[in-house]
């Protein structure tokens, strides 16, 4: 595989089909992300997860510094959409679904086990998006309800 | 291909060597960059690259809102070197190396003939990084002259 395009494209279509986002220690929370970038910042390899302010999984971002991201291909997308659309606040996600917690190798949080590929992260940046940076067009499409997304970038461990 | 994880080495191995951001499109200017992100946000297909507020090329960015991105795969290292090092305001890269202008297709902007992977974008967003964002381990690497980066998200047409 050696066509930097097809990697971005192959890239695009993992991550639009959603991925598994864990952050907390002794009760992780999952939540799922659909967008999301990866690539090399600072002779780092990184991942950066977009996460709006009003979401239970910033509280454990912010104060524990660790995240996983388990990704699992063309499977599981009934799991997926219940972890994009109901918040760890009110249901315990893992329970609820039956999803298996395995420990994490170099954080100390979880990975959702029967996922395809695996990144674990410690937050290295963050970087609050805000309304200045942002044209109308994304507003329109992402931000009617001023609920922007912190940029969390996470290099990879 | 279908290995995430692989993606991202792959990702990281290919703009870890460098590739060609050219913008301007009457005297096009271009630059090495090689840390970047490639990933999906608003919907959109995206690529992400760090510009200094020192570099000539940011003018063009803020100016015209176009770029695109050259990769050359295993090779050129002569010439990445080269506009890694020299400034457009000093010197026309294009000619010194002798480097073919291939007019974009979707931007009226130019790549560099003989890569291996072409992007064609327009900025949709710019982040401009600040010191309150980032850890003293960052600042250290890359900001030790509080030449800051401003990332460009460009929507890949």
Redesign the interface.
């Known amino acids: ?8 494209q ?3 279509e ?3 089909k959603g991925a598994f986002l864990v952050a907390g220690k002794d009760k992780p929370n999952v939540m799922t992300v ?10 780092k ?4 997860v ?1 996460v709006r302010e009003s979401r239970y999984t910033k509280e454990f971002l912010d104060k524990e510094g660790e995240f996983t991201l388990s ?1 699992p ?1 063309e499977k599981m997308s009934k799991e997926i959409a219940f972890c994009g659309t109901k918040s760890g606040r009110e249901v315990d996600k893992f329970e609820a679904l039956g999803l298996k917690k395995v420990k994490g190798e170099k954080v100390d949080t979880y990975k959702v086990g029967g996922c ?4 674990e992260c410690r937050v ?6 805000t309304a200045d ?3 109308d067009e ?1 507003k329109e ?2 931000y009617q309800d001023s609920d922007y997304h912190t ?1 969390y970038i996470g290099e ?1 461990l």
């Open positions: 595989m050696n066509d930097f395009t097809n990697i971005g192959t890239m695009h993992y991550l639009n659909s967008w999301g970038m990866i690539g090399v910042m600072w002779r390899k990184i991942v950066v977009p990704v291909f395809d590929a695996y990144f290295l940046a963050k970087i609050p998006l940076m942002l044209p994304v499409i992402a940029l990879v």
